[in-house]
């Protein structure tokens, strides 16, 4: 059997750890004063750039099957 382990995400700098990804985010911003990568489609903001070009990606992958899904008359 297979647990599900949530991903901790943890700060860097004072190695406070944080059970959302969105949480570190947040705390990085306000805490160490860290600018943030913006998603330019949903605002979401990310750490590092390879984690927003990686949302992107995902979002525009997404995009292209809700429009394939939209034409069988499927939601
Ligand atoms: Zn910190
Ligand atoms: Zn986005």
Do not use: W, Y
């Not at 750890?17 to 705390?27: A, G, I, M, P, Q």
């Not at 979002?59 to 394939?68: G, H, I, Q, S």
Request: with cysteine.
């Amino acid at each position: 059997m297979i647990l599900f382990i949530p991903q901790r995400r943890r700060c860097e700098q004072c190695h406070k750890s944080f059970n959302k990804s969105d949480e570190l985010t947040e705390h990085m911003k306000s805490v160490h004063r860290q600018p943030v990568f913006k998603c330019r489609n949903c605002g979401k903001e990310f750490l590092h750039e390879k984690d927003r070009l990686h949302h992107v990606r995902e979002e525009n992958e997404r995009k292209t099957d809700a429009r394939r899904h939209s034409r069988t008359g499927l939601k």
